[in-house]
C-alpha cells in the first residue's frame, strides 16, 4: 500500500482535531438543551468572547434575559446564582463554536501558504469553512425562534441544525478517512461490491433519518410522554397517534406520533444494521473490512439501550448526552464501514 506523505498526515491530524472538536460541540449543545440553558443568551454578536466580568454586567446579562418570556413565564424565580449557571452552558457552547472557526482558519492558512494541501482538497476545505459559519448563523437562528412568546425552540430549527451538524461533521470524517488510505477511491459500477454499497448508502439515510426524528423528540421534548418500552401506555399504537389535522402534521406536531415514529425506525434501523452486520461478516475476509462491520453490530445495540434507557428513566442529562454521542458514533462507524466497502 502506498505511504501517506507528511503533508497529507499533518492535513488530517488537523481534521482530526477539528473533529474532536465538533463532535465536543454537539454533544455541549445537547446539554445545553437537557440542562434548559439554551435561551440565557438572547443576544448575538459574533465576534464578541467575553463573558459578564463583574457584578454589574452579571445583573445587565440577568436584566435583558428577564425580558424574555423563558423568564417570565418558567423561571420566575430564579436567582442570579441559577442564571449565571444556565449561562455558562450557552456560553461555552457558543466560544467552542468560535474556537472551531479559528483551529479551522488559521492552520488552513498556514497549510495553504506552505502549499501542503494535496490538489483537489483546498475547494473541499473551504466549503467546510462555509458551512460552520452558516452552523452558526443557523444556530441563532434556533435560539430566536424559543425569545417568542411560546419559550421553547422550534423542533424544525432545532432538527436542521442537529442535522448540519451531523452532515458537517460527516464530511470531515469522511475527507480524513480518504486522507488516511492513500489508494484511490473506486468507482461504484467497477467495484464487485457495487450492491453492497448502494445499499449502504440507503442505511446511512436511515441512520439520519432516526436523527431527525430523535431531534424532533428532543424538540418537543416528546421523549417525557410514554416513558415505556415497547408498549406505549398499556398500547403497541397508542390513542392520539393521528389526532392532528391534516394528517401530514402528526409525525411533525404530534408528541405522540413523533416518540412512535423514532423508536420503531430507531428499532427496524437496528434490525436492518445487525443483518447487515452478520452477513457482512460472512461475505467479506478482509480482517479491516469485518472489523468495521462489527463496529457497526456493536454500535447500533448500544445506542438502542442507550435510547431505552434515557425513554425509561424520562430523559436525565447524562442518559440524553450519552444517546446523543452514540447517535455521532453510529454515524461515524457505519461511515468507516462503507469507507471500508469502498476499498475492496
Ligand atoms: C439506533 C438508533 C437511534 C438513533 C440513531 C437515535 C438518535 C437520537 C437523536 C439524534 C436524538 C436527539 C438528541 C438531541 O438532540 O439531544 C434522540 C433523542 C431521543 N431518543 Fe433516540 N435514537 C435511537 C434509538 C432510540 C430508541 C430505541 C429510543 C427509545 C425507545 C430512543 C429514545 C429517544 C428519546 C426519548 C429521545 C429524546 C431525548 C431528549 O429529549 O434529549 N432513541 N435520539
Known sequence: ?????????????????????????????GVTRLTGSGLSMVTWHPTGVLPPLTTEQWLAEFQLYQQFPEYQKLNRDMSLDGFKSIFWFEYSHRMLGRLIGLVFLLPFVYFCLRKMIKPGLTPRLLVMFVLGGLQGVLGWYMVKSGLVSNPHVSQYRLSAHLLSAILIYGFILWTIFNLAVAKPYCRLAESRVAAWRKASLALVALVLLTIVSGGFVAGLKAGLIYNTFPLMGSKLIPEGIGALSPWYLNPLENLVTVQFDHRWLAVSLGLLLITWYLRGRSRFDEPGLQRSFKLVGMMVIVQLVLGIATLLLQVPVLLGALHQAGALLLFSVLLFNIHALSRV
Open 1 to 29: 500500500m502506498q505511504e501517506i506523505s507528511n503533508n497529507d498526515r499533518a492535513v488530517m491530524r488537523w481534521l482530526q482535531l477539528c473533529l474532536v472538536l465538533i463532535f465536543t460541540m454537539v454533544i455541549l449543545g
